[in-house]
Structure formats: structure tokens, C-alpha cells
């Protein structure tokens, strides 16, 4: 027969020892930095203003930094703590506007801002995480100016018929008034012979 507490013990050693990891796991994971980023590729026609969107999660403060690769190379856009004033780079002062969440708004967009669009949260030395978004701009599409066209060609074969019923109305008309007036004349005249007739 064995003792109560040697079956309580065995089954109480691995549970503390499962406590112990799921504690030691949410302690390493709430002292990281998440980054959730809901697009990771958008496609802009020129002159349009992009939000790069971005969220993330950690318990200090931390440094942003986003980065522009494409083929002329890697270039700095801006790099900021949340609540401080943004250090934005030479080449997108008064085209970047930055958010809390980490966030930037691109303004009025050209084909070269096509690439990848990298950002870096940083909370302390070796916590930090990274994400990209990819940016595709072109120019207007074939396919749009041909929509238009195509309304236009509409638009005017509209306004073709409409002017053609017109003047069939108009010509109708005028037809109608000239059978109207000459039947006036007729029993106007009509009438001076029966008037003559009679005296």
C-alpha cells in the first residue's frame, strides 16, 4: 500500500513544472515587441496619397524607423518615437506624415515611390521587429482611358439621335402648320366666295 502523498506528489510535479513553462512563456512573450501589418501590398495610381498601415504592441517606448528600398538602392524616410517630433529624411520633407501606431502617410505618390517600404520598432537593444509593404504605382491605364473613350463615343451617338428626333419634330411641325394655314386659307376664302356668292 502506498502513502497518500506520493500520489499527489508525482501528479503535482508536472504540474508545476507546466505551470512554471506557461508563466516563463507569457513572461517572454509580453516583454517583445508585435508588429501586425493588414496590407502588405498596395497598388496607387500616380498623384494619389498612400497610408501605409501598421500596428504594434509593446510596453515601452519605442523607435520607428521606415526605410524605401527599390532599384536606386536603400533610403531613409523617417525615424521617430511616438510623441516626439519626427526626424523625416531631405528627400520626403512635406511628402510624409507620421502616426503614433507607427503609421505613414505618403503624399501625392510618383512612379519611383514603387518598392518595398520597411519599418523597424525597436524597443530596447535586441526587442524589435520588422515589416514590409510593398508599393506598386503606375500610370493611368490603357483600360481607363478606353472606358472613357468608349462613354464618350456613347455620349455622342445620345446626343446624335437626340438631335435627329428634333428636327423630325421640328420638320413635322412645320409640315402640320403649313396643312394648318392652308386649310385656314382655303375656308377663309371659302367663306369671301360664299359672301360674294350671297350679295
Same mark, same amino acid.
Given at each position: 500500500?502506498?502513502?497518500?502523498?506520493?500520489?499527489?506528489?508525482?501528479h503535482?510535479?508536472?504540474?508545476?513544472?507546466?505551470?512554471?513553462?506557461?508563466?516563463?512563456?507569457?513572461?517572454?512573450?509580453?516583454?517583445?515587441?508585435?508588429?501586425?501589418?493588414?496590407?502588405?501590398?498596395?497598388?496607387?495610381?500616380?498623384?494619389?496619397?498612400?497610408?501605409?498601415?501598421?500596428?504594434?504592441?509593446?510596453?515601452?517606448?519605442?523607435?520607428?524607423?521606415?526605410?524605401?528600398?527599390?532599384?536606386w538602392?536603400?533610403?531613409?524616410?523617417?525615424?521617430?518615437?511616438?510623441?516626439?517630433?519626427?526626424?523625416v529624411?531631405?528627400?520626403?520633407?512635406?511628402r510624409?506624415?507620421?502616426?503614433?501606431?507607427?503609421?505613414?502617410?505618403?503624399?501625392?505618390v510618383?512612379?519611383?515611390?514603387?518598392?518595398?517600404?520597411?519599418?523597424?520598432?525597436?524597443?530596447?537593444?535586441?526587442?524589435?521587429? $520588422?515589416?514590409?509593404?510593398?508599393?506598386?504605382?503606375?500610370?493611368?491605364?490603357?483600360e481607363?482611358?478606353? $472606358?472613357?473613350?468608349?462613354? $464618350?463615343a456613347?455620349?455622342?451617338?445620345?446626343?446624335?439621335v437626340?438631335?435627329?428626333?428634333?428636327?423630325?419634330?421640328?420638320?413635322?411641325?412645320?409640315?402640320?402648320?403649313?396643312?394648318?394655314?392652308?386649310?385656314?386659307?382655303?375656308?377663309?376664302?371659302?367663306?369671301?366666295?360664299?359672301?360674294?356668292?350671297?350679295?
Amino acid at each position: 500500500m502506498r502513502p497518500q502523498w506520493c500520489g499527489r506528489r508525482t501528479h503535482g510535479i508536472p504540474l508545476g513544472l507546466l505551470a512554471l513553462w506557461v508563466a516563463a512563456a507569457r513572461c517572454l512573450q509580453s516583454q517583445g515587441v508585435s508588429l501586425h501589418i493588414p496590407r502588405s501590398a498596395i497598388n496607387a495610381t500616380v498623384q494619389e496619397d498612400i497610408l501605409l498601415s501598421v500596428d504594434y504592441a509593446c510596453h515601452g517606448v519605442p523607435t520607428i524607423e521606415w526605410k524605401y528600398t527599390s532599384n536606386w538602392g536603400v533610403q531613409k524616410i523617417v525615424e521617430w518615437k511616438p510623441g516626439t517630433p519626427a526626424n523625416v529624411s531631405q528627400s520626403h520633407r512635406d511628402r510624409v506624415c507620421t502616426f503614433d501606431n507607427g503609421s505613414i502617410q505618403l503624399f501625392s505618390v510618383g512612379v519611383r515611390d514603387s518598392g518595398y517600404y520597411v519599418i523597424t520598432v525597436t524597443e530596447h537593444p535586441g526587442s524589435r521587429q $520588422f515589416g514590409t509593404i510593398v508599393l506598386h504605382v503606375s500610370e493611368i491605364r490603357y483600360e481607363d482611358l478606353h $472606358f472613357v473613350a468608349v462613354l $464618350f463615343a456613347l455620349l455622342a451617338a445620345v446626343a446624335a439621335v437626340l438631335i435627329s428626333l428634333m428636327w423630325v419634330c421640328n420638320r413635322c411641325a412645320y409640315k402640320f402648320q403649313r396643312k394648318r394655314r392652308h386649310k385656314l386659307q382655303e375656308s377663309t376664302t371659302e367663306e369671301l366666295e360664299m359672301k360674294d356668292v350671297e350679295c
